[in-house]
């Protein structure tokens, strides 16, 4: 009997912390990169050397033409697509890698996100995990408000407790992350 009561304590514990560590904020989806994200892959001392291209990031770290991530004078660790474009290859060369992830320009605080609350003909922007989408072109989402929330907010609560769940997210435009002042 006794044994049972620590075993029910013990799960309600672990569903609390992992609860606590899905809803606290701004755990950013593994493979969406920022500028001050991807930075952090120049290749430089041992860091892996990942390179943005056309919206798509791709990790060049055992590609022979880019030791310690130089490529011609271009450090990886940065968004590339003009450079790329001019360049003797041009973009097609992309095609040669697999990408790993997807390059959003975007990076915004809860206080710069708040100005996109669809009003005034403001974009609605809106965060869940750590990730803004685009909601201005959604019928549910009229001058930002859908269901009484209003948009320019970190909603993850919300919507992990709404009817719909995540789900309906994967029909927004990704646009941007979510960053600490
Ligand atoms: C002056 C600028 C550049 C020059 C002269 C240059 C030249 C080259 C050359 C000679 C190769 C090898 C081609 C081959 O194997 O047939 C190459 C490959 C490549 N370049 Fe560039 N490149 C330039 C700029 C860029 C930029 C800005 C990017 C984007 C980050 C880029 C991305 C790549 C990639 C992804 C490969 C393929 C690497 C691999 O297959 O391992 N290049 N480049
Ligand atoms: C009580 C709360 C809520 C109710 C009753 C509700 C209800 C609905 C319904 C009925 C739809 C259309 C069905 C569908 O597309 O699957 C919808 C769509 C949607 N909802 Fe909610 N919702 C709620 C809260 C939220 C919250 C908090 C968010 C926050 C991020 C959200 C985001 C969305 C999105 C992005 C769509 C898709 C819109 C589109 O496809 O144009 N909802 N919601």
């Known amino acids: 009997m006794i044994k049972k009561k620590k075993v029910l304590i013990l799960a309600v514990v672990l569903m609390v912390v992992m609860l606590v560590v899905v809803v606290s904020g701004n755990e950013v989806a593994p493979n969406v990169f920022s500028p001050s994200r991807l ?9 892996p050397a990942y390179i943005a291209v056309s919206g798509k990031v791709y990790d060049v770290t055992e590609s022979p033409f880019f030791q310690d991530g130089l490529h011609f004078g271009y450090q990886a660790g940065q968004e590339l697509t003009k450079e790329t474009e001019a360049s003797p290859h041009g973009l097609a060369i992309m095609s040669r890698l697999e990408p790993i992830g997807v390059y959003v320009e975007l990076e915004l605080t809860k206080e710069e996100l708040a100005v996109f609350d669809g009003r005034s003909g403001q974009p609605g922007y809106i965060a869940v995990n750590g990730l803004i989408y685009d909601v201005s072109h959604s019928a549910r989402w009229r001058n930002g408000l859908h269901n009484s929330y209003r948009a320019g907010q970190d909603l993850t609560v919300a919507i992990e407790r709404s009817p719909h769940g995540t789900a309906t997210l994967s029909r927004m435009p990704l646009v941007g992350v979510l960053v600490q002042e």
């Open 39 to 47: 930075a952090g892959y120049t290749g430089l001392q041992g860091t």
